[in-house]
């Protein structure tokens, strides 16, 4: 799994690439939170187009960085998730507790 | 195709590769292997975490057969007994400040498999599984 850093003016968008699963969730949840204390305060994005899957492990990360970004005042949302993973995020209503952006542009123009 | 786990979350590992070859034999589509190495993670992980007693010969022996537009897979473990079919069901409606993390991967795979059945017989733990695929 590969996450990659943008910084955009509103918000701080990061790439999740590959699997976020079992195996990859321990080092997405310690890259999330140095992305989260180098974002100071500014929305998080996590750009999900790459991502090709997406477990209950990988669910915990989104939730631990999510939770983690409201108790800091910020806030975390997702994009652009594949047909495969969005599937994921429904059956979980994950809807219902982070916004779920079809686009980055859609995201950003939000942030 | 038959696979065995041992007790290690590094076998889960494995199972991306092991089931690319099983995808290889069978010409299945890309996003019902993702599903079936989904429902694999999840038990899988719920055995080890929960049902193993931490022995050598704790085991995971998985059965997996492609009919003309299903996969039909039998997921067995000697773990403590346990029926997945009987866990508690997940919050997914409530908010972010009272959710907690955990719960999901059995709820994953209640929703995605269709049709699961259970029993316990001989000392093992016997999920029957189907995973459609043409009708969707």
């Known amino acids: ?111 | 195709m038959h696979l065995t786990l041992r007790n290690d979350p590094d076998e889960i590992g494995r199972l991306p590769g092991l089931l690319e070859s099983f995808s290889e034999g069978h010409d299945l589509p890309p996003a019902v292997i993702a599903r079936l190495n989904l429902i694999l993670e999840e038990l899988a992980t719920n055995v080890m975490h929960y049902g193993f007693r931490g022995g050598e010969e704790d085991r995971i022996e998985i059965d997996l057969q492609r009919q003309p537009s299903s996969i039909l897979f039998r997921f067995r473990d000697n773990g403590a007994p346990y029926n997945p079919l009987e866990a508690p069901a997940a919050a997914v409606d409530a908010p972010l400040e009272d959710r907690v993390p955990g719960g999901l991967g059995l709820h994953l795979v209640r929703e995605i498999a269709d049709a699961i059945t259970y029993r316990f017989a001989d000392g093992w733990n016997e999920l029957d599984l189907r995973l459609d695929y043409l009708a969707e």
């Open chain 1, 1 to 111: 799994m590969e996450i990659i850093e943008e910084k955009h003016d509103n918000a701080l968008v990061c790439r999740l690439a590959g699997r976020l699963d079992g195996q990859t969730s321990a080092e997405a949840t310690a890259r999330l939170a140095a992305s989260q204390a180098e974002a100071a305060g500014k929305p998080i994005l996590l750009d999900l187009s790459e991502l090709d899957y997406l477990s209950s492990a990988g669910l915990r990360v989104i939730l631990v960085a999510a939770k983690s970004a409201k108790a800091a005042g910020s806030r975390l949302s997702l994009c652009a998730p594949t047909p495969e993973v969005k599937e994921i995020l429904d059956i979980s209503g994950f809807g219902s507790i982070l916004p779920i952006h079809a686009s980055r542009e859609e995201a950003l123009a939000d942030a």
